[in-house]
């Protein structure tokens, strides 16, 4: 038993687990789960859920038409709102199967085809898109703020991202005009473009390189709202509150801060720099300049 325990504990489950707190979680459950108590009579998995003491297969195939059709979160350990979350998401992906297969040729209201909507949804999206970040502005002005500061190195790196999605966007739109048009051809990329944009869903290449969002609108407010704060960022000045939920990498964030701190205290050490929070009464309006240390900020939500 020691010998399986190892296994899955440390070698085949446990290798793959980075977070010390959960490595030891894991080994505690092996120690529960894998011994000789496993065949005392009062033993059980999870209530419902024991090891059948058989003899015979007729035994052995009643015992499993006794366990539940559908297990529960909890049999797993995990809350019973997983299973909301699971049914959310299986509920969706029959919606979207759904609409994928309706047909692709009916009009739109006033005579408009799907190609006319679409269409006039990228010129749109394309008015509005922001300009291309210029990689030698940047760097000039990551010299000027110090490029070599913990949060400007972040910026950087959060500029490259937010400059790949907004390649990626303005390049499909275009192809998705000419497309249309018939200059080029439409590839199943495309295609797939031209159907989540008249469905108002995000197009899957846009997702592969950015963010969840519930619709394209949402998504295409979001990217707006990002690169603002970004923009003002490198071009005018920090942010006296940062939108936290609005960068790529939230917990490279909170680690650059950390890593601001710490160089501001000569012997201070990263590994025993914690975070502490703190809930202010402040809208971000009202905030008129920075804390004396740390960050403000805002965007945090509960799920």
């Known amino acids: 038993w020691n010998t399986v325990r190892y296994m899955l504990g440390e070698v085949q489950y446990g290798g793959r687990v980075t977070d010390d707190y959960d490595k030891r979680l894991l080994i505690t459950f092996t120690k529960v789960w894998f011994g000789e108590h496993m065949f005392a009579d009062g033993f059980i998995f999870y209530k419902g859920y024991k090891i059948p003491q058989c003899k015979s297969i007729e035994q052995f195939r009643e015992a499993i038409d006794v366990l539940p059709l559908v297990d529960t979160p909890e049999v797993f350990g995990l809350h019973p709102n997983a299973d909301i979350m699971y049914q959310t998401n299986v509920a969706k992906e029959v919606l979207d199967t759904i609409s994928s297969i309706q047909p692709k040729d009916s009009s739109g209201r006033a005579g408009e085809t799907r190609e006319c909507v679409v269409n006039r949804i990228a010129m749109d999206m394309l008015e509005k898109l922001p300009a291309d970040y210029i990689p030698h502005e940047v760097k000039a002005r990551l010299q000027k703020m110090g490029a070599l500061s913990s949060m400007n190195i972040f910026l950087r ?98 680690t650059a801060m950390r890593q601001e701190v710490t160089r501001a205290h000569k012997g201070w050490a990263l590994d025993s720099v914690i975070l502490q929070n703190g809930v202010t009464k402040m809208s971000r309006d009202e905030v008129t300049q920075p804390p004396p240390e740390g960050v403000y900020v805002h965007g945090l939500y509960l799920d």
């Open 157 to 254: 790196q959060e500029l490259d991202r937010m400059q790949k999605v907004i390649s990626v966007v303005r390049s499909t739109l275009q192809d998705l005009q000419l497309a249309i048009e018939g200059t080029i051809i439409m590839s199943e990329g495309l295609r797939n473009a031209l159907d989540s944009m008249y469905d108002a869903r995000v197009p899957d290449t846009w997702k592969k390189v950015s963010w969840e969002s519930s619709t394209l609108g949402f998504w295409f407010t979001e990217l707006l709202e990002r690169n603002a704060q970004f923009n003002k960022w490198i071009f005018t000045a920090r942010p006296n509150v940062f939108w936290m939920t609005g960068f790529f990498n939230p917990q490279g964030f909170l």
